[in-house]
């Protein structure tokens, strides 16, 4: 780590040489989501964060909480979409669903599609489907395993199934359709 540190009184500022990320801390001010994973990243933990921003806070100026300058924002234009039929989106749902929609009538009998987590060690999938572009509500499940890695059973023929662990981003990837055929993929999860 190369790396420049600036101190001036109770605020800080910190520039890596290699990677030009920056982070600060101005006393009075929440900190930043930079300067939390940077605190993070230097052993500081959560709640010790979490009392720092407080204390902080509590140094804020009366006058800038109470006059505040009104910000023009843009509003956003979004392009409206049908919703898939057949199933509702509901955050509330512990069945760890995910609901596959091919859109613009891909080929069925080629069409291959791939749900996996990138970050993944094993480059296990945890949806593929060969073959076939029917929308459908798919419940995946892997066998989980004991510490040594081989399959948990009940009773030493039935394994033991649960829900994929996600490690980073999901990819959903669909294969050999047309050049303009896609699939819009709804992914229930718990954090």
């Known amino acids: 780590m190369r790396g420049g540190v600036k101190i001036d009184g109770d605020n800080w500022q910190y520039h890596c040489f290699n990677c030009s990320f920056k982070c600060g801390f101005k006393l009075g001010r929440n900190i930043s989501k930079k300067c939390r994973r940077f605190l993070s990243w230097c052993g500081m933990n959560d709640t010790d964060i979490s009392k720092w921003a407080m204390h902080s806070l509590q140094h804020k100026d009366?006058?800038?909480?109470?006059?505040?300058?009104?910000?023009?924002?843009?509003?956003?234009?979004?392009?409206?979409?049908e919703m898939p039929?057949?199933?509702?989106?509901?955050?509330?749902?512990?069945?760890?669903?995910?609901?596959?929609?091919?859109?613009?009538?891909?080929?069925?009998?080629?069409?291959?599609?791939?749900?996996?987590?990138?970050?993944?060690?094993?480059?296990?999938?945890?949806?593929?489907?060969?073959?076939?572009?029917?929308?459908q509500t798919i419940y995946p499940r892997r066998p989980l395993?004991?510490?040594?890695?081989?399959?948990?059973?009940?009773?030493?023929?039935?394994?033991?199934?649960?829900?994929?662990?996600?490690?980073?981003?999901?990819?959903?990837v669909i294969a050999q359709a047309n050049a303009n055929d896609l699939c819009m993929v709804s992914v229930w999860f718990e954090r």
């Open 145 to 172: 395993e004991t510490n040594d890695g081989t399959d948990l059973t009940y009773d030493g023929t039935r394994k033991v199934y649960g829900e994929y662990i996600v490690l980073g981003r999901l990819e959903a």
């Open 85 to 135: 039929e057949g199933e509702l989106i509901y955050e509330g749902n512990s069945e760890h669903k995910v609901y596959i929609d091919y859109l613009d009538s891909p080929p069925a009998g080629t069409t291959d599609f791939t749900l996996s987590d990138e970050n993944d060690p094993a480059s296990e999938s945890i949806i593929n489907l060969a073959n076939g572009a029917t929308d």
């Open 62 to 81: 009366l006058l800038d909480s109470i006059i505040t300058k009104k910000k023009q924002h843009a509003v956003p234009v979004f392009k409206e979409k």
